[in-house]
């Protein structure tokens, strides 16, 4: 504990001392990468003690209302995601640091690595809060710090409506998420989370509870049809915030929800089929969504709705798996759901930093304007690859563990359960199985647009590598998703653990083994797999070495003069999938005319529309807009209309209390 | 601990027979055609040609392209470790194995897909774009076909959900293993790239699929190439072949005859059917493997309702 709070100290202090030391540009950014690194090392310090076994710590001070109490806690939820911040935002504040300081000079990036750390504070603070009233602070502020932490272009207008589609879409959340906590502060008593716990809800109040809160912290997390501020405030925020906000701030939301379930304890038998259809249909969507955008950082951004997906279908089984006390189920679906957060939190954000990387070299984010890039870039280019497989779940990296466990949780259910229950875990099984082809094809789509092939761009001059204050930290991220892709061992215990912490599971020595042990055997096939590989390489390279190698252009099928601009592009790649899958996303494509006679230049335009965007909440706004715009007659602003109410008012009151029978 | 001695006879009879498959549906499909046709050996004839030879590579592509071969046939001989074959026992087994083994060809797939969007061909970007396309769907068939193994068989590893079946439970479950039997040969033909989804024999059609993603590869790669296919449809086969013949001797020696036996008879089975059969259009295929989804879920169902 100690630790922790020294940590919250250091990112206080030195979150100050840069707004503070605003002129001296080099000292800031050398506190900011200092406090960051000494952050992540007391927070994976305090972290420590929770890996293998449930204890727990508190720090409480007693404090004014309505605080009445500021109590900190960690136990295994609050230490995984600790851990899971810390590694991300390390390296996203390193790469910011590198980002910001070569490109603009007139900017100065001082306020925004002192609200990075202040965003950092808030987020230390959500995940241990055992206080409804601090929690909520915190969150709020969290959102705040967020907020002008996304709008550091705030020159350009579409970042400024992000940014404020971002505030209304949490604070729409917020809202339900202070009904909720009053509601369970009410019938509990307290607003200690604590004593939460202990109480128990009746089944009626209890699925209200859930409700409010999958709303609440779904907004955050961004479930479909949720998502709506995600794929905008993604590119509008600079590249390091956005893998920030794509691996820690939407999982707030999960964390929110885990804490939820946490307390509430007995779950409705409802909520497991609902979160598994919330699960799969945000899964599904995002990926196809994905699919159809071709701007790298919204590409991006909607496959944080996949992989929520993915997070939310596991904790369904999860919710399954404790309502019909099966635990291998819980286990696994937990586990898997908790592992991802940890895993997507690491690979999003080493894509969204390759990403700002790929975009600070070329100077643009559409993927149709690149290619070729892995020979200019080999670094961005090679971790890049690295992230791309791992979001993929293919093996040897750390997306096929977690989604391993999900996998194996819907097998559990396929077993165990009923035919309810069996219905529900195959179809979530075919849709995990559908997410995983299309996440393949679309991260084969965004690879090979952007790094293979030819470049697209009519531009002359080669493409320059980005300094190591950027390279590093997605270095660091990619080992990471390396070392759990190939050693599983322990994170996949933490979750585990951590699962059966949230379940409150009695569990026999063997339990969490059973669930283990096939993940090892498999990294086991896996090292096998690299051994062939390897050899296959050396028999590769014995059998060329006699001849002399060859090099010449493409085989073009005949055709001399292949042109970069004849190569598949994004659009082409993913069209056959977006027309197979027609019925389900709204995908528009506008042909040109070719009637002429002579050869004239025709453009096609394909796109594909977030259809809740467009459809629910756009309405909803117009019709808003409709009535603020109706209100206005009242609101004008005129002194003498704003009398006439006083007046009126003044009339209606003297009426009512005239005393009329006197 | 793993054994050594069934990995090793494992590696040696994929490695060894799975040519001779390819060799057989192309004399099948000769002889319905009134030809002579290539020799059975004819696919060891040509790797050990390509083997000889250099390679090229165009000056557009980068190490991807050169590892992508390597990987896949690497990928699939590994697959073959998780499947029984006849009577061969599967050399690793545990729960959840099934994953990895549908994982392992997505890997294999992956980096075909990026090789061949490597080279920065047209032709090849539009045989990885449909590859993509159509491998999401069969994937989500597979998974369909092994949920309803899992409820068949009451285990969740490949060993035992394709063994577990005997021949007692066909008379009750019989419907729903006739409609998975067709669901996965499907999707065999899918995976494999056999007629009427695509066609091995040419290369230059707009409407291929594989084989245009392989058009740059040249010498030793494209051997592996080959042989990653002749592994592939091999270690696919093997399980329904596995799946139909419950019988099983102690002899390994036996074992392995009666396998190489049965997937010969698989392996005509296929050239019947690429003989019988055109290509589909390219607009028919995803229907096609709908249809194999399809089949799948109504296995499922009524071995929901028989079990």
Same mark, same amino acid.
């Given at each position: ?662 | ?7 090793? !006879?494992? *590696? #040696?009879?994929? &490695?060894?027979? %799975?040519?001779? /498959? ?5 004399? @099948? ?114 998974? !369909?076909? *092994? #949920?309803?193994? &899992?409820?068949? %068989?009451?285990? /969740? ?5 394709? @063994? ?120 028919? &295929? ?22």
């Amino acid at each position: 504990m100690t630790f922790f709070l020294s940590s919250l100290g250091i990112l206080a202090v030195s979150g100050f001392l840069i707004l503070f030391l605003g002129r001296y540009r080099e000292l800031c950014a050398r506190i900011f990468t200092t406090a960051l690194i000494a952050v992540s090392g007391l927070v994976f310090l305090s972290a420590l003690p929770f890996f293998g076994t449930a204890n727990r710590a508190d720090f409480r001070i007693p404090c004014p209302p309505p605080f009445n109490e500021l109590s900190l806690g960690l136990d295994p939820l609050s230490a995984f995601f600790l851990l899971t911040i810390a590694c991300v935002s390390l390296a996203s504040g390193v790469f910011g640091c590198g980002y910001l300081n070569g490109q603009n000079t007139k900017k100065n990036p001082n306020v925004h690595y002192s609200f990075y750390l202040f965003l950092m504070v808030s987020l230390f603070v959500v995940v241990t809060a055992k206080n409804v009233f601090l929690f909520l602070t915190a969150w709020e502020l969290m959102t705040f710090f967020a907020y002008f932490l996304l709008t550091f272009y705030d020159e350009k207008k579409s970042v400024r409506e992000a940014g404020g589609l971002y505030l209304i879409a949490t604070h729409c959340g917020t809202f339900c998420l202070m009904v909720m906590f009053i509601l369970m502060g009410y019938a509990a008593g307290s607003m200690d989370f604590d004593r939460m716990a202990l109480t128990h809800y009746s089944p009626l109040m209890t699925g209200v509870f859930f409700a409010l809160g999958l709303i609440g912290f779904g907004v955050k997390a961004g479930f479909f049809p949720l998502h709506i501020w995600l794929p905008y405030a993604h590119p509008a925020a600079p590249s390091h915030i956005s893998g920030l906000f794509s691996g820690i701030m939407i999982k707030t939301g999960i964390y929110g929800l885990l804490r939820i379930i946490f307390i509430l304890k007995d779950i409705p038998e409802w909520c497991g089929p609902a979160m598994l259809g919330i699960g799969a249909v945000s899964g599904v969507l995002g990926v196809l969504y994905a699919l159809g955008q071709h701007e790298i950082k919204r590409l991006l951004a909607y496959h944080s709705i996949e992989n929520i997906g993915i997070i939310v279908l596991g904790i369904g089984m999860g919710l399954l798996g404790s309502a019909y006390h099966q635990k291998s189920i819980a286990l696994a679906g937990y586990g898997g759901a908790l592992l991802h957060v940890l895993n997507h939190a690491i690979f999003k954000c080493l894509l969204f930093l390759s990403a700002g990387s790929v975009i600070r070299s070329t100077g643009t984010g559409e993927i149709d304007e690149m290619g070729g890039l892995l020979k200019y870039l080999p670094f961005t280019g090679h971790f890049f690859l690295i992230g791309s497989l791992a979001i993929c779940g293919l093996p040897l990296l750390n997306g096929f563990v977690s989604e391993w466990l999900v996998y194996r949780s819907f097998f559990e259910g396929i077993l165990h359960l009923n035919k309810w229950g069996i219905t529900l875990a195959v179809t979530s099984l075919v849709s995990l199985a559908l997410i995983g082809g299309l996440a393949a094809a679309c991260f084969a789509k965004a690879f090979s647009v952007i790094f293979l092939g030819h470049n697209r761009s009519p531009r002359q001059e080669a493409y320059k590598e980005n300094p190591w204050m950027m390279t590093c930290p997605m270095a660091f991220l990619a080992a990471l998703c390396v070392w759990i892709g190939l050693f599983p061992k322990t994170l996949v215990g933490f979750s585990l653990t951590n699962a059966q912490f949230i379940t409150a599971l009695e569990l026999a020595p063997g339990e969490t083994g059973a669930i283990l042990q096939p993940i090892l055997s498999a990294n086991k096939v896996l090292f096998l797999f690299l051994v062939v590989l390897g050899f296959l390489t050396l028999y590769r390279n014995f059998l060329l070495r006699r001849h002399p190698r060859g090099l010449s252009e493409t085989w073009s099928c005949g055709y001399s003069w292949p042109s970069p601009r004849m190569q598949y592009s994004a659009a082409s790649f993913a069209d056959p999938i977006l027309r197979l899958f027609k019925s389900v996303v709204h995908f528009e494509v506008h042909p040109a005319r070719a009637g002429h006679y002579f050869p004239v230049r025709l453009d096609l335009f394909s796109k594909v529309v977030d259809v809740p965007d467009r459809f629910i909440f756009r309405p909803i706004y117009v019709i808003l807009r409709k009535f603020s715009k109706w209100m206005l007659k009242f609101q004008s602003g005129h002194i003498p209309q704003y009398l006439f109410y006083i007046f009126i008012a003044l009339v209606a009151l003297l009426l009512w209390k005239f005393p009329w029978r006197a | 601990m793993v054994e050594v001695f069934p990995v090793i !006879l494992r *590696f #040696a009879v994929c &490695v060894l027979f %799975s040519p001779f /498959i390819l060799g057989v549906i192309g004399k @099948t499909k000769a002889f319905f055609a009134g030809k002579q046709g290539p020799p059975l050996l004819q696919l060891y004839y040509d790797i050990s040609k390509l083997i000889q030879k250099g390679s090229v590579y165009s000056r557009t592509t980068t190490w991807i392209f050169r590892a992508a071969p390597l990987v896949s046939w690497a990928a699939v001989l590994i697959a073959s470790l998780l499947i029984p074959l006849g009577g061969l026992k599967a050399p690793l087994q545990f729960a959840g194995d099934v994953i990895l083994f549908a994982y392992l060809l997505a890997l294999a797939r992956f980096f075909t897909i990026l090789a061949a969007m490597d080279t920065g061909s047209s032709f090849e970007g539009m045989g990885a774009s449909r590859e993509a396309a159509f491998s999401c769907l069969s994937e989500a068939a597979l998974f !369909l076909n *092994f #949920a309803t193994l &899992v409820v068949l %068989s009451k285990s /969740i590893s490949l060993s035992r959900m394709i @063994t577990e079946c005997s021949w007692d439970s066909w008379v009750r479950l019989g419907p729903s293993f006739i409609l998975i039997i067709v669901s996965y040969f499907i999707i065999l033909l899918v995976e494999n790239a056999r007629i009427p989804i695509d066609d091995p024999a040419t290369h230059l059609e707009l409407t291929m699929i594989h084989e245009v993603m392989v058009l740059d590869h040249s010498g030793p790669d494209f051997a592996f190439i080959l042989y990653a296919g002749a592994i592939k449809l091999f270690v696919l086969g093997g399980v329904l072949v596995t799946f139909l013949i419950p019988f099983q001797s102690r002899n390994v020696v036996l074992n392995t005859v009666i396998l190489c036996a049965a997937m010969t008879g698989l392996a005509l089975a296929i050239g019947v059917v690429e003989s019988a059969m055109a290509r589909l259009r390219l607009n028919r &295929v995803p229907s096609f493997i709908i249809g194999s989804f399809v089949l799948a879920l109504f296995g499922l169902i009524i071995a929901l309702s028989r079990a």
